[in-house]
């Protein structure tokens, strides 16, 4: 019998706010964390908007000393480590280093510290970069200091695959823990909203013959391209077992993954397919029917094409059900996140799922006809008893992940 | 009853050799892959030498590649091409929903990343083609591989600097091992990075002509580039379709310093070494060489030797060690697949390659690192290290078919 994989803690740093409480209750008010980009110098784009994190203060959550060397990214990470930590109530005496890891997902990593190093070696010259920030380069410069601050030995392991990232990260924990039932490990996703890929993304939405930079309403008929976002969301996982020898709490549980993957080039139906046979999938390995699920947390992130995907294949799995499972897409408030992005929708599916209430989908006006083969939920405040919600992560690429999350029963 | 992985196909790019024929030869032959770098002028660079891969423009897949894959898809797209072909993926008989792909990299596509962060310091960003964006997120190379030949599976990168094929290929025989897919193509990749080259050489660890790894007068690694991948599936499955049989994943061990950013601690070495020999269920003695991660630089060189003794005590002297970065350089998140590789076809051609270059012994590196000449003999258990920033390590045990 395999073990049973727990949540235990959650730490959220999001445009809706830091830390569980006060991104719950912008979520369950339907705020929208999309705003005017400051951070960088946008004047060469004719893009404006963000969803970005504006009141983080990393003095003030992780510590003043070494700030200097440790980009924003990596703050990002460190943070939601301890809040993640702290929430999960786990005492660091009673879990010893070699039983504790991280696995993270991003799908930039440090872009915007590449850039630096790279800005320095093109007009200092490459003999004057910077010994210091050198280490910030790798795509997984994220998770070094996570280990060394709280002392984790069994494992860190980055997943850098787009929108998938945190998903991925996801099921990669849960196949060790199932290995190692006795380790506790830190797992979500974590991306900072960068010049480059804010520059990027406006680009190749150009190409696209999108905007991309009007609002974010995922389903609705005038959508137009994603706003990018930032933030992360790490999770405490360990196995129930694990969880019951430390007389933690649990949040909840990770009944089930699936994946697949369809090509960017094939077409709708083998597209609408992938989505489907992940949802399956995970279903099938929560060992539960289709219709037991209460609430989708969508990865509709007001693209054209992918909203209209998820929705077709959320009829195909569901059939009649459809029209009546909630489903809502958090993205129309938090922006696409890439690869934290499946990260904090299981946050708010857990946090749904603890207090009965289900987040909402803002900014709809008129649901696409083609898209109103499902239930939106659009009003807030919805009351609603969550036994097992389903996740999903549809990535640009191709790659599909969905996972199944239960109460603890 | 635990499944056994194995590895039933293999494709290499290194800069001494490109495919599973010409490497072996390089390996059993000892030839350097480390020349000037063509690619771009390094006047201002402190150091000229480096491992690219010669002629990758010209291979021929016998099908159109699409005009915006980057240096690293393209590098991964060739190991893979020649892995999948070996391990007749395409032949018909397996499921497409069931085969995926877990490639690890240190940086992506570092160079359309180098090229557009060049175009922006120097304001020529009006020259870029858009599409050059696309290569931000890495996925794309492990996408690209997926689509191109049909695979529906699991299809995912991994980042774990310069120990992300070890973790891949772990990754990859644990997905199968719990029922996540049938077959991983698992493996390392990562272009010629010019922050790589800048980087290391700000902290004067590059080595000015050759690398030497456990040489006494060793000055550093060499920046390289490369793609390593394996075909990874369940040997029942192996047998039943007939497929030719390379290697067994015996153990892996994985582990993480959280003691410093980029200097090596021992003990954390010493520890994923322990924790494979667990895994797989052997005792120290039963292991026939190591393939070190010997870089070449004086710090780590020197911390995996004793790291060795460590976990070996005084068999560690029996126990022949060598570096082919001593020939390939490092080629970040492809040197553990690519070293992968070489253990595979050291364990089916029974020889053990050499570290080349190897002029003068170290008092602080005493073991047999199998200088100048490959070692013609029979082996039957090889370790596999891999060390990356960040303290993340991780080793494999392989054996005989």
Redesign the interface.
């Known amino acids: 019998m395999n073990p049973r994989i727990c949540i235990s803690g959650i730490g959220v740093i999001s445009p809706l706010g830091i830390g569980c409480e006060s991104y719950w209750a912008s979520l369950a008010a339907g705020r929208d964390g999309v705003s005017q980009v400051n951070r960088f110098d946008r004047s060469p784009l004719r893009c404006r908007l963000g969803a970005q994190v504006l009141d983080f203060d990393a003095a003030a959550l992780i510590g003043a000393k070494g700030l200097r060397y440790i980009d924003r990214l990596s703050q990002f990470a460190i943070a939601a480590a301890r809040l993640a930590l702290e929430d999960a109530g786990v005492s660091l005496e009673e879990i010893e280093a070699n039983r504790r890891g991280i696995v993270l997902g991003t799908a930039f990593g440090g872009l915007t510290s590449q850039q630096d190093f790279n800005r320095e070696r093109v007009l200092e010259g490459p003999q004057w970069v910077s010994p210091m920030k050198f280490p910030n380069t790798p795509i997984n410069a994220l998770s070094y200091q996570i280990p060394i601050r709280f002392q984790m030995k069994l494992v860190n392991v980055t997943i850098s695959s787009g929108m998938t990232s945190s998903l991925e990260a996801m099921r990669y924990a849960g196949l060790m823990l199932r290995r190692r039932p006795d380790a506790l490990l830190l797992c979500g996703g974590v991306e900072e909203l960068s010049f480059l890929a804010y520059y990027g993304t406006y680009f190749m939405n150009e190409l696209a013959g999108i905007s991309g930079d009007e609002i974010s309403c995922p389903f609705d008929q005038r959508r137009n391209g994603y706003i990018l976002g930032e933030g992360g969301a790490l999770m405490v996982l360990e196995t129930l077992q694990g969880l019951e020898q430390r007389r933690g709490k649990g949040l909840a549980e990770i009944r089930g993954y699936g994946s697949a993957f369809a090509p960017r080039q094939g077409n709708l139906a083998v597209k609408i397919n992938a989505v489907a046979t992940a949802m399956q999938t995970a279903i099938q390995n929560a060992a539960i029917q289709p219709h037991q699920i209460d609430y989708i947390a969508a990865s509709a992130n007001s693209g054209p094409q992918t909203d209209l995907i998820e929705a077709k294949a959320v009829a195909q799995v569901f059939g009649e059900k459809a029209s009546s499972i909630p489903i809502s897409a958090i993205k129309s408030m938090l922006g696409e996140a890439f690869g934290a992005s499946g990260a904090l929708q299981v946050a708010a599916a857990i946090l749904a799922l603890q207090r009965g209430i289900l987040p909402p989908t803002i900014n709809i006006e008129t649901l696409d006809p083609e898209c109103s083969c499902i239930n939106c939920l659009t009003e807030m405040g919805r009351r609603r008893e969550v036994r097992y919600a389903l996740v999903n992560s549809i990535d640009r690429y191709g790659s599909v992940v969905s996972l199944v999350l239960g109460r603890i029963e | 009853m635990k499944k056994e992985i194995v590895i039933t196909g293999i494709g290499v790019v290194a800069p001494n050799a490109i495919g599973r024929d010409h490497f072996l030869r390089a390996l059993q032959e000892g030839v350097s892959g480390i020349d000037e770098i063509k690619a771009f002028d390094t006047k ?3 150091v000229h030498r480096g491992g690219e891969v010669k002629g990758l423009e010209t291979i021929d897949f016998g099908f159109e590649l699409s005009a915006y894959l980057g240096r690293t898809a393209r590098l991964a797209l060739v190991a893979a091409h020649e892995a999948i072909a070996e391990a007749k993926l395409l032949a018909g008989s397996l499921d497409p ?1 069931r085969i ?1 792909v877990i490639l690890g ?4 596509e570092a160079q359309a ?2 090229t ?3 175009a ?3 304001g020529k ?1 009006e020259q870029l083609l ?2 050059i ?2 290569d ?5 190379v ?3 591989i ?2 191109i030949f ?12 310069c120990s992300s094929g070890n ?1 891949a290929i772990s ?1 990859g025989g ?2 199968i091992r ?1 029922g ?1 897919a049938d077959i991983i193509i698992a493996g390392g990749c990562d272009a010629f990075s ?10 004067h660890a590059i080595a000015p002509e050759i690398c030497q790894p456990f040489d006494r007068n060793r000055r550093g690694m060499m920046v390289s580039e490369g793609a390593g991948v394996v075909i990874l599936e369940e040997r029942h499955q192996a047998e039943r379709r007939g497929a030719e049989i390379y290697a067994t994943i015996l153990g892996s061990g ?9 200097a090596p601690d021992p003990e ?1 070495m010493a ?1 994923v070494m322990r924790l494979a020999l667990k895994d797989a269920g052997l005792a120290s003695s039963e292991v026939g060489y190591i393939n070190a991660h010997g870089t070449g630089t004086t710090i780590n060189d020197a911390s995996e030797t004793d790291a060795i003794k460590r976990v070996f005590a005084d068999h560690a002297y029996r126990i022949p060690v060598s570096s082919i970065k001593s020939m390939i350089g490092h080629t970040m998140g492809a040197a553990s697949a690519i070293e992968t590789i070489a253990c595979c076809l050291a364990l089916q051609h029974e020889f053990l390659p050499p570290t080349i270059n190897y002029q003068e012994p170290d008092p602080q590196c005493d073991l047999d690192y199998v200088p100048n000449r490959a070692r013609f003999q029979r082996v039957d258990v090889i370790m596999n290290n891999s060390f990356a ?4 390590n991780a080793s494999l045990i392989l054996g005989r078919s």
Do not use: R
């Not at chain 2, 931000?136 to 794309?140: C, E, R, T, Y």
């Open positions: 201002d660079y402190p929903k995926g990299t240190t940086s992506g990343i180098e557009v962060d060049e922006w310091a120097l960003q858009p599409d964006y696309a931000f997120s890495s996925n794309i492990a996408s690209s997926s689509s049909g695979f529906a599976g699991p299809t995912m990168m991994l980042a774990n600097a973790f990754f644990e997905m719990q996540e010019k922050v790589a080259f800048a980087g290391f050489g700000s902290v994985l582990g993480c310093d959280a003691f410093h950013l980029t954390g520890n920033f960040g303290g993340n």
